[in-house]
Nanobody
């Protein structure tokens, strides 16, 4: 499974960004997909996850502001981020889970200025 993120950038606090993840390969083996992020000096954390049946889960810090979605027709996954805060500044990674295997994209930088 190959994953490529896009859509990061610099935005002011309160603004919005939409991240996209294009995936290819043995797509039928994907059980769930997720977005993670790693902020400077911090550990990588799960931001949002969408399972194969469409159920979603969010980190408490982003609930109500971020929305994860997946479009199997286009083989893409997205993260709509609204009400961005400086604490959301991080490298965001696309993740695909195939049973016990995790696949990762290279990440896209999101910077939120105050």
């Amino acid at each position: 499974v190959q994953l490529v993120e896009s859509g990061g950038g610099l935005v002011q606090a309160g603004g919005s960004l939409r991240l996209s993840c294009a995936f290819s390969g043995t797509i039928s083996s994907i059980n769930a997909m997720a977005w993670y992020r790693r902020a400077p000096g911090k550990q990588r954390e799960l931001v949002a996850l969408i399972s194969d049946d469409g159920n979603t889960n969010y980190a408490g810090s982003v609930k109500g502001r971020f929305t994860i979605s997946r479009e199997n027709v286009n083989n893409t996954m997205a993260l709509q981020m609204n009400g961005l805060k400086p604490d959301d500044t991080a490298v965001y990674y696309c993740n695909a889970r195939c049973n016990s295997l995790y696949y990762w994209g290279r990440g896209t930088q999101v910077t939120v200025s105050s």
